[in-house]
Structure formats: C-alpha cells, structure tokens
C-alpha cells in the first residue's frame, strides 16, 4: 500500500514539493529548482548532503495574513498541486476493528477485505476475514474537492479547510478469524458492504479542516517535517452536529452478502465504525502525502543520510522502488530539505579576479529549526550552513564560534507597507559564508594585467613619478596581490534612504579588518614588490528593486571606504607614505568590474502559478540599544490569475546625460533635472539610486578616477534607459 502510494501520488508530491520549496527558499533568490540550486557555480554535493555545523537562525520565511488573503484568492492554483483536477485518490487498506453489533460485544471485522485486484470470491481473499497486505489492495476512496482555504493557526499550525464529496464505493466487510460468526448464529461468515457517497443527500459535500503542522524533527537534523495532526468534521452526524460539518449516515448504504443476520439496529454502529475508520486512512494518507511531498531522496548511489543529534545516530536506508530513504527505525521517510545545498566553486567563480584553484565552500540552506504561527501570519525557520573543502595555505586555519541563537523575525514590525511574503537571510548565515570564504582561499586574490588590461606602471605614472624612473620610463605590468588575513563579518542596517536617494544607512556593510596589499611591478624580468600596505575596508551595500521582481546589488559611496591603512616595504619609491595611503582605495577598485561580473542582478522565478512583485529590502529584527539588525529582509506580494508584473523595458537614450567634466576623483555629470539615476565607473558595481541637485548636476565620486587613462561611466534610471559617457 506504501507503494502504491507513492506511485500514485508522485506527480502531486513534486508539485507540493516545488511549491514549498518556491514559498520557503526563496530566501536563496536566484534558486528555484525543488531538487536543488542550479546557480552558475553551484553544483551538488559529491557526498550527498552537507556535513558541516548548522545553525537555526539563518533566516526565515514569512506568508502574512494579507498573503494568507491572496493565496486564498487564487486558492485553485494550489488545489492543482494537491488534486489534479480536483480530484484525490485516498487508499483505504484492509484493517481489523473490533466493534459491537446485533447486541455482540465483541465482534472483529475485516474492513476493505478487498483480496486482490478484480477478485470475486474468497479464494482469493475477498471478504476472507482476514487482512494480507501482500494479498489485499485495499479500497480507493475519491475525494472531489470543490474549494480550498489556508488559515494561519497558533502555534505552528496551517489549517487548510475544504469543501468535498466523498466516494467510496462498495466497500467489502467480513467477520475476520472463523468463518462461523456470531452474527450469523455461527452458520457462516458475515458479509457485507458499505458504500458512502456524500451527494446521496444534501447538501452534497462535506466541509473537512485539516490541521498541517509544521513540526521541527529533532531526530533528522531539524528539518521542517508536515504532518496531519487533525481532521476536523470527519465524523459522524450526531445531536447538534449536522450536515456540511459532519458526514451524514443517509449518505451510506449497507447491503449484505452473506447471512441476513445484520440487524436494523447494527447499521448505526457500522456506519459510525466505517466512517471513524475512513477518517483515521484520511488523516494517515494525507499525512503521508504531505511527507513523500518533502522525502529525502536516494543519492546516485543509493546512499541515505545519517544524523547525530546527540542521542544517539538515526540512519536510514534506500527503497528503491520509490527512491526515497526511509528511517531505519520508524520504516518512515526521512525529511528531505525544502531548500538547497551543494558545493560552490568561489575560485571558478572569482577566476577572474585571481582567486586561488580549487576554492569551494559547501552550503546547505533550508526550513527548520523553528517555526510559528498565529492570525497574523506563518513564519518559518531557516536553517544553514557552510564548511570550506580545504583549509587555502595563503590564510592561517581558524575556528569561529558558534552564534547565539537568534529569535524568528518579526517581519510585520519591519515591515515598509503591506505585503504578501517576506523572506530573510541573517547577518550570521552572511557571515559564516564570509568566513568559510576566506578560510577556503576564495579571498586570496591575485590581479595582473592579463585579466586587468590597464594594469600597467602608467595607470600610476602621474601618482608615483618615481616609479617611471624605476622603468626607465617603459609602461611594465604590475600585479597585485590581496592577502585576506582576517574574514570578513556583516553588519546589517535599516536600508534607508533620503528623498534624494541617497543612503541614509546602508542594507549591509561588509567589514573587513587587516587586509594586506602588495604590488608589484616587473623590472628586469623579475616581479619586484613597490610596497605593502594593510587596511581596514568598509563595503556598504544595498539591493535595488527593478520592474517587478528583479533584484540588483549596489554600493555606496567608496569615498572613506578604506581606513587606517598602514604602509610598509616601500623603500624602492620616493613618494612620501601618504601618497601610498591614498592609492590604496584607487588600487582596490581595478577588481570591481571583476565582482560586479558575480554579483549581477536576478529575477525571482514565478513558482506554481505565482510571481512575486517585490515592494521592499530593509533590515529587519533591531538588536536592542543598537541601529543595526540581525536580518536582510525582502518583501513581496503575490500575483496569479489575471494579474501581470511587466519588467521595465531596457532602452539605450542620448539624452540623459548632455556633459560630463572629470576632476580628480569625481566627475561631473549635467542630466535631467528631478530624475533618479544609478551609476557604475569602468563596468563596476552599481550605485544606489540618486537625484541631481536643482541645477541637473550628478556628482560620480569614484576612487576609480583618481587613476590614469580613460574612464567609461554608465548611467541609467528605474524606467529602464541607459547611457554610456567617456571621461579623461
């Protein structure tokens, strides 16, 4: 019956599976296949599943009440993925109840004592008294389902109410064990069958409240687990209790097959047990369905995942029929992870920028660890992860403590307007990453002028004039070499900005403490290092929201980015250190176009019917007696049906930018007045949005123009126009 289930319901299974993983992990924003992440560089884990130390408090996913609203609007967009058509098929296997009837007290009944497929008789086991799961396929109950809503329930409940007619059938019934029974006065086996349809009297459906919740399993590495903890109005009609809350007994026939000694006054008490009985294989099959929606499927190999939560090590196994893993114990699935982890290949990905071969990090992001609901909405956990493949020799191995864990977000208190759904990723998920970067060697970064063109003694002729004298006036490359001495860590603020656009507090501020930079020059055939410097970076970040659902990562200002920068090893130059101090910024930026090339922007995937229409990024979850925040939050709201999100329409424009003066480390532009504009230097990273003064002019302050040679400045604006100018 397992497996005839799981056949059955494969096809639902993916759909449930894609439309939660859609809803919960869309915190991974550029992810959305349910069997893992298909980013540029992100590939699966050769051992199957991620080994690292998780943390609860990666982040979290959010459907507010108004997003409860809109799903409810469009309810048949999930009622597809649950019943194709509005139809679902709930298997009923053969039991034994006991029960008391025709003043018996104790009477055994073998209920759905099917035999085999198309079987007729009892020689091959139909109504046979007794339950084979090897013989007896049980019954098909078919449940049509009219409407479908989704209310929040405290604590973590999602109560998902229907409106359905039931089918059943007829469903074969015999005494089990002897073939003489008591109710045949021990004359024969007592034979009947129950057939219940719901549109025999009206009304003609049955209104059933299915209480999903979403409980955290502790014995599989807390991942969020679903089960059927009640089915609401499927019971008998009694009292007060009457139809569509109940299912009503006029709706079932009793007929007999065997002797004629079931009563008038035994029906009530079969109807009662067959419908107690439906409703016990209603609660086990969905709950069931909901778990195969979310089972941990078998590797290439068949292997199956192990967890150690401290009492003792729960394993599992592979059933190859189904290829899913099943507890070792339980015979249960193992929770797959309504996310996605594998391995990303950070020194592929910054091969550009001179990151050392072979970096690579593993990341496993997905729901548990906790997960809350209430009126207002439903919150769901994220739990994470990441562990370096090996330790780079060009940074000292290092072991960072494990976070305190943080409470869920509050993302109605954060919230910029209303929304639908909310996700986060915490300042610790970030900073973990950031870590296990730098320890994998992926911060080790090596920059020459065969991936940097301009990166040659006369970019820095008219800054160090004694480094022409070292050239004998010839243009020779240079090289520089980032040594990341300590990790990075994140700090997330409000994401606020002015009227005129202008950052009042940055989304996300990477802070960076005692990088070291050399540079070097070739002189005689030989790389001959000009001087050393280490600094503290200060990177402020921020994401904009272009058209409808597309994200783009910006910086702020860079001017006073770089800080208390300490020089040394330059006796081979003149210039006083100062000089070498204010170069440091300039020198950093010749590898942003690189990092703009795998920080480019991305559009959050429709799943199941639904786009998300992005309304707001912000920091949410304040740490108390600070202006910073635990969580980078995104807000959208839900589309479907009819509803459209049109993307803005890219155009090329010659009038958005009429002159552009270069001085020193700024250039300024004459635009059009009252026009937000974002700006890069030299295919870098975007700006945050800003307006001109009252006068047009765009102040582009970059340390990229301190440099030499010519500089190509972009700029564009929200409505999708975009121009190109050259500066000197």
Not at 130 to 136: G, L, Q, V
Not at 502 to 528: F, T
Not at 654 to 660: C, D, F, Y
């Amino acid at each position: 019956m397992r497996r005839m289930l799981r056949r059955s319901s494969s096809g639902r299974s993916r759909g449930v599976r894609s439309w939660l993983f859609a809803w919960c992990l869309a915190g991974l924003w550029a992810c959305s296949a349910p069997s893992g992440c298909a980013c540029g560089g992100f590939t699966p884990l050769p051992q199957g599943s991620f080994t690292g130390t998780k943390m609860n408090s990666a982040g979290a996913a959010r459907l507010s009440a108004q997003g409860f609203s809109s799903l409810n609007a469009n309810a048949s967009t999930i009622l597809s993925v649950f019943a194709p058509g509005g139809v679902m098929q709930v298997p009923v296997p053969c039991t034994i109840q006991q029960t008391s009837l025709a003043g018996i007290p104790l009477v055994r009944l073998a209920i759905a004592d099917t035999g085999t497929l198309g079987c007729s008789a009892e020689t091959c086991g139909r109504m046979n008294g007794a339950c084979d799961p090897a013989i007896d396929v049980g019954q098909a109950v078919t449940l049509t389902f009219t409407s479908l809503t989704f209310a929040p329930k405290s604590p973590d409940v999602l109560e998902a109410k229907v409106t359905a007619t039931v089918q059943t059938g007829p469903i074969p019934i015999s005494s089990a064990g002897s073939s003489n029974s008591g109710l045949c006065l021990f004359a024969g086996r007592a034979k009947f069958t129950v057939d219940l349809d719901t549109g025999r009297a009206a009304p003609p459906s049955t209104d059933l409240a299915l209480d999903i919740k979403f409980a955290i399993d502790t014995k599989w590495d807390q991942l969020l687990s679903l089960q059927v903890t009640n089915v609401g109005n499927a019971q008998a009609c009694s009292g007060s209790v009457v139809p569509p809350n109940c299912i009503d007994p006029d709706d079932m026939e009793i007929l007999n097959e065997g002797c004629s000694a079931l009563s008038i006054a035994s029906i009530g008490a079969v109807k009662t047990l067959i419908i107690n009985q439906l409703t016990d294989s209603l609660k086990t099959q969905i709950s069931d369905a909901l778990a195969e929606a979310n089972c941990a499927a078998c590797g290439p190999a068949g292997e199956c995942p192990s967890f150690d939560g401290g009492a003792g090590v729960a394993t599992s196994s592979c059933e190859p029929d189904a290829g899913v893993c099943l507890d070792s114990v339980t015979l249960k699935c193992v929770p797959g992870l309504l996310g996605a982890e594998g391995r990303l290949e950070v020194g592929q990905a910054l091969a550009a920028v001179g990151a050392q071969e072979g970096a690579a990090i593993e990341l496993s992001f997905g729901a548990g660890g906790n997960a809350q609901a209430n009126d207002a909405g439903l919150t769901v956990g994220l739990r994470g992860g990441a562990k370096e493949v090996f330790v780079a020799d060009c940074v000292a191995p290092a072991t960072r403590p494990a976070p305190p864990a943080l409470a869920l977000p509050d993302f109605d208190l954060d919230a910029p307007g209303p929304y639908d759904v909310g996700i986060s990723v915490s300042d610790q998920m970030v900073s973990e990453v950031l870590f296990r970067a730098q320890q994998s060697g992926a911060l080790c970064l090596e920059l020459g002028n065969e991936t940097v063109s301009a990166l040659e003694s006369g970019l820095l002729s008219t800054l160090l004039p004694s480094l022409g004298k070292l050239t004998d006036g010839k243009n020779v490359p240079l090289r520089i070499v980032i040594r990341p001495v300590n990790p990075p860590t994140a700090v997330v603020g409000e994401g606020t900005v002015d009227g005129d656009g202008k950052p009042l507090d940055p989304l996300l501020r990477l802070d960076w403490q005692g990088v070291e930079i050399d540079a070097y020059a070739l002189l005689d055939d030989r790389q001959a290092r000009l001087f050393t410097v280490a600094a503290d970076l200060s990177l402020p970040l921020g994401l904009t929201l272009d058209g409808c659902s597309g994200v783009t990562p910006v910086v702020g200002s860079l001017m006073g980015a770089v800080t208390n920068v300490r020089v040394k090893n330059s006796e081979m130059l003149a210039e006083p250190l100062s000089v070498l101090q204010n170069l440091v910024p300039s020198l950093l930026t010749l590898a942003e176009p690189q990092l703009a090339t795998g920080l480019t922007g991305f559009t959050l995937p429709p799943f199941q019917g639904f786009q998300l229409q992005l309304v707001g990024a912000r920091g949410l979850g304040r740490v108390s007696g600070t202006s910073t925040y635990n969580h980078v939050g995104l807000y959208a709201d839900l589309l479907s049906g009819g509803q459209t999100c049109k993307a803005k329409t890219k155009r090329v424009s010659s009038e958005l930018v009429r002159t552009a003066v270069k001085s020193k480390g700024s250039a300024s532009l004459e635009a059009r007045v009252g026009v937000q504009y974002s700006w890069r230097v030299d295919r870098g990273l975007w700006s945050t949005w800003q307006k001109t003064d009252t006068l047009g002019r765009l102040d582009v302050r970059h340390p990229r123009l301190l440099l030499g040679g010519v500089h190509v400045i972009e700029v564009r604006t929200p409505e999708g126009e975009t121009q190109q100018v050259v500066v000197r």
